[in-house]
């Protein structure tokens, strides 16, 4: 590209930071894909693209030089990602019809904006707090003094289809789990599942891992992208006398733009691995809730339903 000082930004440029049209397979090769801002912020390809289709982000025809409109449209986009993903990064402003445009290239203490959506492509499953909303989404309880051995919540999320779910993940999204007990008699056992959750904090299923907040528990290198037609343990705590396992496998798997499913399903187990005489009286809880990002990128919400309450 001749994107530099003194030189007239030309569509090679502006093409060059934006990526090539057409349908979304163009970018299921990753050399393509790398660095380029439709890629996220489009449909793009498995772990690249937020689904952010509304707006016109169209190539240059060859020749031509590039408008101050479609420079803002690139310049607008890349400040959303930026902002999306919690990015220290300092994004041109707005361009004036009929003004000059700083040529962006590093030069002279500038900024580079081929580096700046270098920084987004590589933080692009990062996300800013401040930008994701918290919701809870299921919650199953047992009835009180009535199980011993192993319970289970098993629910699903379903997206609209496999290219929502994609959006989901790759905006940071996530499902998340925790468990917890309320009323009993203070029982060994209740005692023994109370730490348990507590210790364990809340768990996150996210793109590529499962993550948890607490001390007590292992995760897992499995996210929505490592699933599979079959269940897989995302999570486990254990402690002296219980333990929380949950698995997770996905259906409806076609692999649209790289997808990997727009059905999951989970199953929360909690097991006291005692006899049948030891019984626990307390309230055992299964809480889902879901972060999703509405800020600056939205995405659509699946459905949450429960296919077998707590028991």
Known sequence: MTYNVGNIIVAADYNGFRGPNGPATAYANATVATNRVAA????GYGNRGYGQTSTTFNTVTAGDTVSAAQWNILRGIVSNINIHEGNVTTVQNVVVASASVQALDASGGRANIAGIISTLDTNRLSFSAGQMALSSKLTSNTAVGNWNTTVYHEFTVVFANEDDARYF????SQVY????ITGGNAS???????TMFTNMGTVKFSSNATTYTGTG???SAIGYYDLTGSYQTLFTATSS???YVITAKAESIVGNNGSNGSTLRFRANVNTGSSSYVTVNATTHSNISQLISSGTITVAEPTYTTTHAIS
Do not use: C, E, M, W
Not at 40 to 43: A, D, N, Y
Not at 169 to 172: K, L, P, R, S, W
Not at 177 to 180: E, S, T, V
């Open 40 to 43: 996220l912020i489009g449909v």
């Open 169 to 172: 993940f790759n905006t940071g």
């Open 177 to 180: 789990f925790a468990g917890g």
């Open 188 to 194: 060994v056992i209740d005692n023994t599942l109370s």
């Open 217 to 219: 528990g292992t995760g």
């Open 241 to 243: 006398a219980a333990s």
